[in-house]
Nanobody, 115 residues
Framework: QVQLVESGGGLVQPGGSLRLSCVAS????????MGWYRQEPGKQREVVAV???????VVSNIVKGRFTISRDTAKNTVYLLSNSLKPEDTAVYSC?????????WGQGTQVTVSS
């Protein structure tokens, strides 16, 4: 059974940093694409960053220059390093993996940026 578990969210002041982690289990995902979405209350979910099985990364223009996505294939883990956080980055951040024609999602972790 595939399971994704995020961690690292929390309350941070504007300008602060957080590193989110997502551990996938159930199979090896080294040949799969992984990424992060976020969703604010009352708004549609939006893509934050993607890392392909090749290692190529794509980051949304909204967070480009502030967020970095990376992965450790040996640990089946994807990370999102978030710097220079702004109040508008407040959202639930969820990781996903696209494998075998299916998308698997984690439960999400809350990130709140506030003074």
């Amino acid at each position: 059974q595939v399971q994704l578990v995020e961690s690292g969210g929390g309350l941070v002041q504007p300008g602060g940093s957080l590193r989110l982690s997502c551990v996938a289990s159930g199979r090896n995902f080294s040949d799969s694409n992984m990424g992060w979405y976020r969703q604010e209350p009352g708004k549609q979910r939006e893509v934050v960053a993607v890392i392909f099985s090749s290692g190529i990364t794509v980051v949304s223009n909204i967070v480009k220059g502030r967020f970095t996505i990376s992965r450790d294939t040996a640990k089946n883990t994807v990370y999102l390093l978030s710097n220079s956080l702004k109040p508008e980055d407040t959202a639930v951040y969820s990781c996903y993996v696209f494998s075998g024609g299916r998308t698997y999602w984690g439960q999400g972790t809350q990130v709140t940026v506030s003074s």
